[in-house]
């Protein structure tokens, strides 16, 4: 009667390496959250947002990067994505003017020198702060234009 009820051992061997190959699988195949970057305006190629030559990596931000534009007028040609963006390093005239909308945005940093435009006449929404820095040396004029439609 033992030899009816003896389990086979290959088959409890057999169990664990399927487990684990499967384990092993998903580890790798499996998607993953994308990792922020941390891009900076090089104008490799014009003053647009939208030209990927125009960024240290030479990909156009996403909104899981870190972007610093500094020393430079940058216009946007179509919609932009950030998880941060600043704007100046507090040193040297900077610009960005936005003609068309933030799709995705987390927290946007202006410091001294710095300006951002909005030519269009679309409410921006950000996921995270709008922090305006003054610097030590020049006092900052903030000037909010408010426009009913």
Request: aromatic share 10%; hydrophobic share 40%; with cysteine.
């Amino acid at each position: 009667m033992n030899k009816l009820f003896k389990p086979k051992v290959w088959f409890f061997n057999w169990i664990p390496a399927c487990a684990g190959m499967t384990m092993l699988f998903l580890f790798l195949f499996a998607p993953s959250p994308a990792l922020a970057a941390t891009v900076t305006w090089d104008g490799g190629s014009s003053g647009s947002w939208n030209t990927a030559a125009n960024w240290s990596n030479d990909i156009v931000p996403t909104s899981s990067d870190d972007v610093t534009i500094d020393n430079t007028a940058v216009t946007t040609s179509s919609n932009i994505s950030f998880s941060t963006l600043t704007i100046g390093s507090g040193t040297y005239t900077t610009s960005l003017t936005l003609t068309n909308n933030i799709t995705s945005g987390g927290s946007i940093t202006i410091n001294n020198a710095g300006t951002l435009t909005q030519n269009n006449k679309v409410q921006q929404t950000l996921t995270g702060t709008l922090t305006i820095n003054s610097g030590t040396t020049s006092p900052m004029l903030l000037i909010l234009k408010i426009i009913y439609y």
